[in-house]
T-cell receptor, first 116, second 111 residues
């Protein structure tokens, strides 16, 4: 079974440019999550999709970040315009069910973003 | 606000020695606690959760609500245990599966 896949694995962009990260969840997983870890900080929750709907986007840092999941399959996370403090690792994860009880969340390998 | 604290950034132990990775949390409700592990060049994966009360790869963790701790223990460390370990918390029950992570502890097992 294929796991959560993310693309690109690494990206280096200049400040002010736009980057789009893509995540393909495990087939059949309605729940998709984005997390990120910036340098020296904890892995932090960004948002949660249930199918194509945003269930919880309380972790999105500001309006330069836009996440979409059209059709309820893959998701994209766009950063526009990118700032230096956006550098870090962006993790995507998916799960079959909502909530944590009896549920397992599977992570992708992460997309490393460097803004210079 | 919920918070997870892992006081050690790096922990080095000799092979065969006991290991204890510390985790403390703060949360007003009844949380679910997890340990995640990331081996070199691999993805973050669930190691164990407190509600399962199971031992995975020789590791155990007991939730101590009085001390708000969820320390990860293994009696005899192996070289393959070298990895990054993250303690995480989630509100229990249905709803958003929003994990709050600690900063992680890098475990290095010396041969």
């Amino acid at each position: 079974e294929a796991g959560v896949t993310q693309f690109p694995s690494h990206s280096v962009i200049e400040k002010g440019q736009t980057v789009t990260l893509r995540c393909d969840p495990i087939s059949g997983h309605d729940n998709l999550y984005w997390y990120r870890r910036v340098m020296g900080k904890e892995i932090k929750f960004l948002l949660h999709f249930v199918k194509e709907s945003k269930q919880d986007e309380s972790g999105m840092p500001n309006n330069r970040f836009l996440a979409e999941r059209t059709g309820g399959t893959y998701s994209t996370l766009k950063v526009q315009p990118a700032e230096l403090e956006d550098s870090g690792v962006y993790f995507c994860a998916s799960s079959q069910f909502q909530g944590s009880s009896g549920n397992t969340i599977y992570f992708g390998e992460g997309s490393w973003l460097t803004v210079v | 606000a919920q918070r997870v604290t892992q006081p050690e950034k790096l922990l080095s132990v000799f092979k065969g020695a006991p290991v204890e990775l510390k985790c403390n949390y703060s949360y007003s409700g009844s949380p679910e606690l997890f340990w995640y592990v990331q081996y070199s060049r691999q993805r973050l994966q669930l190691l164990l959760r407190h509600i399962s009360r199971e031992s995975i790869k020789g590791f155990t963790a007991d939730l101590n609500k009085g001390e708000t701790s969820f320390h990860l223990k293994k009696p005899f460390a192996q070289e393959e245990d070298s990895a990054m370990y993250y303690c995480a918390l989630s509100p229990s029950g249905a709803g958003s599966y929003q994990l709050t992570f600690g900063k992680g502890t890098k475990l290095s097992v010396i041969p």
